[in-house]
């Protein structure tokens, strides 16, 4: 089937989340994503969560139709090889992607003198050329600082790799632009980005720069109240927890009158001389709000809050376990047309998802699952490397390549 | 100066994070944007965080190199203007970016008549037509309650809209793969995204869904610890609060041997009868590992503990306050060339980010401050929409449309 990238070629060098994320997205939207790792496999090879048997279920969700050549770099036979690669003819090829810091033959100097329009992308970890991992950008930008409950004194981590996810897609975005510029111009270039400089960036769009630098306050912790307007969470009858936003003014006298608290709410708005039409206001008094709000909750069931809130168009929803949301929650399975029951060989079957969007052009691409480690290298060697059929037996033969997963080289932990 | 998306023209129609996010990064990246709003401004146009006088700093972040055109979309003759700007000729002209979903005039359908092959990238909430915002979709999914403390009862929000910035990015490289099959082929189409769904599939790519079907445990809260391998924070004597990684073997190694710790750690391999080169295992003996390293932060000060660490080429950060990273980070300011401090009419003067990405083949775009509302109302109706002065004055002297800033609708909260 046609993705929308269809015809596009990448070649990625890669481990971790970002860039493995950023190459199969390309290749979810259609893109011939060729990822090289050593014999033995990536550092992210055996990485967490595991399936029962102990194959990585991350490298399989991050590595999903991917084309997988695996190649002993050690040797210089190994470096050529992927040198070819990466540098092979085509309109739409000649364009890698990669977080492997590689000075010499794997650098833009090197690689782009045996094509002159290679586009290459490398993600760094910051502009001083230290590595660094979204654990070490967080704390450094005082994300974990605002994160937890207002009573809680020490910083909180995200759970959610949120800054490797955000860099994995300015990645995605940096090739197609580029290969825009190429596709114009007819030249090709390196695009350099960090992890730090993308977190930095992102502080600086939401306003949080400007905030640090104008405003004498620090923002502090705020549990899990929306910043800057209403949005809280609520313990119901049964035990479950809401969160209901209050955030735009249909939002919140929806909540208002959905609550029946119109009258202890204009009472709160006389007592303290402030219009809770005005979001900051209601930011500032989110926590009277809350107690006005709170026994409503604690008198019903999540059941009767869900019916209501529905009723009213209120914009909310349920706390749970990612486990029960994949239980319950049919957006997470095969009814959302996103998502396709798939059986891989040493993980099991489960639902995968594919690319997001839907791209009325044509039709939904399905997910193809992460290749074995070096399932393509015969296919790639012959058709992207143009080595004949002796030259590949030879390399082979001497152990420069593997093909899939001999059981000497298996990726499994 | 040229960017690398030089020539594109995106119209958008939007509130909040991510969709301004895409405009302002393909802004930033060199296209013309034009964000059209109601005269009074958007539902986001006095969204915290705010400067010291009231005006939004998260608007100004996030709506930056855009143009602005203030229409009174409640009259015919405002929706048929926001109708011929979008739908506007020009081979590079002709794409649409949205989060607003209005039925009828502003639809795909409707809009696809007035010019065959556009591109209309739209985000929704979910794929059931509801309003999501990221702080109803993280608890939906189950992030919160795999955030904060291993001690702590309640689920933790995300401090950071993660899922909004990364829908943003996805809307970005939406538009540019749109983009790129309108080059090839010749033909627009409608672009479909929702928030659920990216965050949905993001849980399906880290390995989070195959780890809730096939595995029994649920993961639960780890605090501050990385992830499936070695990743912790320490307090150092002089109380500052230090993150490390010992995710890769070098790391590992180079962790073991900075603190000292080989004998102890061999000692608790012997104990356990487990191997610490397995990253699993590191992650399964966390809180006897910290044990055992956490005496020789509490001995030293976070300098002596930097000093060690640059010097082994640790990964590793010191937690701070966002208003201290801003202070004492270099990288957080005009000293990266990235940043440039702007100063901004109602702001003050702050260091503003351009985009992330360099691209070599051609000079860093500096940022460009967001526009006041309706500040380019008239040069788009001329250049774009294709009005005549007459018509221009007619609509102006009808109050259909607003220039720059009128102080009856000023954007201030």
């Known amino acids: 089937m046609a993705g929308i990238l269809d015809g596009l070629r990448v070649v990625e060098g890669s481990a971790f989340v970002a860039v493995p994320l950023a190459g199969m997205t390309l290749a979810q939207m259609g893109a011939d994503v ?26 399989a969700g991050l590595n999903k139709g991917k084309r997988s050549i695996a190649v002993d770099m050690s040797r210089p036979e190994g470096r050529e090889l992927i040198t070819r690669t990466i540098t092979a003819p085509g309109k739409d090829a000649g364009v890698f992607l990669t977080n492997l810091r590689v000075r010499g033959w794997m650098d833009y100097e090197t690689l782009s003198q045996h094509r002159k329009d290679l586009i290459m992308v490398t993600l760094l970890g910051d502009r001083h050329g230290r590595p660094q991992v979204d654990y070490t950008v967080n704390p450094a930008l005082g994300i974990p600082d605002i994160t937890g409950p207002e009573d809680h004194e020490g910083p909180v981590a995200n759970a959610l790799p949120a800054w490797d996810l955000i860099a994995g897609h300015t990645c995605v975005s940096s090739v197609l632009a580029a290969e825009r510029h190429r596709l ?52 119901c009858a049964d035990g479950a927890r809401i969160m209901v936003i209050g955030l735009t003014s249909r939002q919140w006298k ?51 809050v869900a019916r209501a809130f529905d009723k009213a168009k209120l914009t909310w929803s349920k706390f749970r376990t990612t486990k029960q949301a994949v239980a319950e929650d049919p957006d997470l399975g095969p009814e959302n047309p996103m998502f396709e029951d798939l059986l891989q060989e040493g993980l099991g079957s489960f639902p ?49 390549v593997a093909r899939g997963n001999p059981p000497e080289f298996d990726t499994a932990a």
Request: hydrophobic share 40%.
């Open 254 to 304: 929806g909540l208002v009158s959905t609550t029946d608290k119109d009258a202890e709410l204009a009472a709160l708005a006389r007592r303290t001389g402030c219009d809770l039409a005005d979001e900051g206001v209601r930011w500032a008094l989110r926590t009277e709000i809350t107690a006005i709000l709170a026994p409503w909750f604690a008198e019903r069931s999540s059941d009767e």
């Open 34 to 59: 060729i990822r090289f790792d050593r014999l033995q496999g990536g550092l992210d090879s055996g990485r967490w969560p595991l399936a029962p048997l102990g194959k990585s279920l991350f490298w």
């Open 184 to 235: 114009r111009k007819g030249e090709g270039q390196e695009v350099t980005l960090t992890l730090k400089d993308i977190a930095a960036a992102t502080l600086g769009h939401l306003g949080m720069i400007g905030d640090a630098v104008l405003n004498e306050a620090e923002r502090g912790k705020s549990g899990n109240a929306l910043y800057g307007a209403y949005g809280q969470d609520f313990v």
């Open 352 to 400: 995968v998802p594919g690319h997001a969007a839907d791209f009325s052009a044509l039709l939904r691409e399905p997910p193809r699952p992460a290749p074995v480690l070096g399932a393509n290298t015969e296919e790639i060697l012959s058709e992207v490397t143009g080595l004949d059929d002796t030259e590949i037996a030879h390399l082979f033969d001497r152990g420069i």
